[in-house]
């Protein structure tokens, strides 16, 4: 049966996390990255913008992301194309 709960034993030994502080209302992530994480990716609230599309002022939904990684694992240009891929 689901529990739909993660034990602390679950969260041990991952790689990559993904943190969403966007659910309890927190815009601006600043995620760090904690030993053996090599990459952290922190979502914030999703909010309505007015943001440029086609030379016109549309009303879009947006997310902020922002991703923590240890350079020692990756560059900053796969990082980049992590997010560009992400963002889609």
Known sequence: MRA???EVADLR???FTVSNIG????FSPNPLVSYPEVAILGMGEV???PVVKDGQVVVRRIMPLALSFDH???????AAR???RLVG
């Open 23 to 26: 659910s309890l209302g927190g």
């Open 13 to 15: 030994g991952a790689s």
């Open 4 to 6: 739909d709960q993660l």
């Open 47 to 49: 909010k309505e913008k």
């Open 82 to 84: 992590f997010l560009k």
């Open 72 to 78: 020692r694992i990756a560059d900053g240009a796969e």
